[in-house]
Every structure is written in structure tokens, then in C-alpha cells.
């Protein structure tokens, strides 16, 4: 069985896949990694290049001896799994870019990087992830999900937190869009509050191979507000010969 990457995005960690790992028990095996600085990784140095990233995760996973292999990014993990496409696509099979696009500063944002990264080192870890948190569900902090995602978001280190605003800064994936060959799925809630419809487009529209699964009445942690429906979204797909 060809196994499934997950890579989270800024501020998370791979306990955020759990509920999915369980809900896809026996059907699909998953290997979520921890991105230097953030969950359970928290104690390595972050890095602050999209790339660096994506090559990290590279060497994880030949370390681990996985030359072939499914994957899907989330928010900046999006972006990773773009420019991991890029270093490694020849051993990618299936491609899922959920939450994501491909610029790292979308056009209109609510604030500049360096505006967030002033606001993140005079608030402090704990209430900047509590903060960011509560802005991937519908229902902010009333959902279900969110005190999970604050606490791993919690582990984020200081150092991380900035890194990782570099590194979308400095990131665009724009130009690689047409060259992605594997099959790819493209998932986004439709009340994103982090990356709106344009963005969503632009990767189903451009990629090739790409098909698009909207997820109506959730925000950026669809996996967690309607996990029945993402769950399946990904067995589907999955699927050899689907």
C-alpha cells in the first residue's frame, strides 16, 4: 500500500491527523511528520525557506527508506508539498492540496508579515496561537476542534512562528503550477477565512491533472469540522484506479 504524507501547516503538528489516521484505519497508511519547530519537533530549529522544508521532509522520508509515496500539505504545508512536487516529483503518486495556494503573501492580506510577526513576539506564543487557532473554524473558539488545535498550535516556538512567516514571504509557487503531473486533488472549505476562492482557483485551474472538492459550511480546518466527508474525500481519491 503506497502510504500517505501529511504535512500541516504553520503553527500545527501531526496530532492534528489523528482523528483522520483512525478514521482511515486499515484503509489508508499515513505518515504525518512534525516540521522542524512545531509539534513534537518543536525543539529543532525552524527553518525559514518553503524549500528548506520540503527538502527536510525529503530526506525524512529516504531515511525512513519511503521511495513512493501520496501526498498532502495543508495551509504552508500546501505550499511545502508544492515545492516538494517540485524536488521530488518522479516518487509523488497523488497529490492533495488542501487549505492552500500557491503565493506565500496572499494579495490583500489583513496584515503585513512583519505586522504579524511584531504582533506575535509582543503577544507571545501561547496567545498567538490561540489567536490564529480559532481563526481556522467556523465557529471559532466553540468548535469542537479548536482547544486540540490551540494546544499544538501552543508548541510552536517563538523562533518557529517567525521562520515560518519568512518563509512564506519569500515563497510563490505560481510558475510550477503547470508542471505538476501527478493526479491532484484540491480541497478547500468554502468559508476559508486564510485562503479565499481566487486562490482555490488558480490550483485547480492551472494544475493539469486536478480535480476540486469544495467543502461547503467549513472553514480552513475542514478536516475537523466534517470529518466523515474529508475522510472520504481522500479514500476516494486514494483509491488504485480511481
Not at 525512513?64 to 509515496?69: F, L
Not at 486540540?148 to 516556538?157: L, M, P, T, V, W
Request: glycine share 10%.
Amino acid at each position: 500500500m503506497i502510504p500517505l504524507v501529511l504535512v500541516h501547516g504553520f503553527m500545527g503538528g501531526s496530532a492534528q491527523w489523528e482523528a483522520l489516521q483512525s478514521d482511515l484505519e486499515g484503509a489508508v497508511d499515513m505518515i504525518a511528520v512534525d516540521l522542524p519547530g512545531f509539534g513534537a519537533n518543536n525543539h529543532l530549529p525552524a527553518l525559514s525557506s518553503i524549500k528548506g522544508f520540503a527538502q527536510w521532509v525529503v530526506d525524512e522520508l529516504r531515511r525512513k527508506g519511503v521511495e513512493r509515496y501520496n501526498l498532502l500539505g495543508h495551509s504552508m504545508g500546501g505550499m511545502i508539498a508544492q515545492e516538494i512536487a517540485r524536488l521530488d516529483q518522479d516518487h509523488i503518486n497523488r497529490l492533495v492540496l488542501y487549505g492552500t495556494g500557491a503565493t506565500g503573501v496572499l494579495p490583500g492580506r489583513f496584515e503585513t508579515i512583519e505586522e504579524s510577526k511584531k504582533r506575535a513576539e509582543q503577544d507571545g506564543p501561547t496567545a498567538t496561537a490561540r489567536r490564529i487557532s480559532a481563526t481556522w473554524f467556523l465557529q471559532r473558539e466553540d468548535a469542537s476542534g479548536y482547544a486540540g488545535c490551540a494546544a499544538i498550535a501552543e508548541q510552536s516556538a517563538a523562533q518557529a512562528i517567525a521562520a515560518g512567516l519568512d518563509a512564506m514571504q519569500s515563497w510563490s509557487g505560481v510558475d510550477f503550477l503547470p508542471r505538476i503531473t501527478p493526479e491532484t486533488l484540491v480541497i478547500w472549505g468554502e468559508k476559508d477565512r486564510t485562503y479565499p476562492w481566487e486562490q482555490t482557483q488558480e490550483l485547480s485551474g492551472t494544475i493539469p491533472n486536478a480535480q476540486l472538492a469544495i467543502m461547503p459550511d467549513c472553514a480552513h480546518a475542514a478536516h475537523l469540522e466534517k470529518p466523515d466527508i474529508f475522510a472520504g474525500l481522500l479514500y476516494d481519491f486514494l483509491q488504485p484506479g480511481s
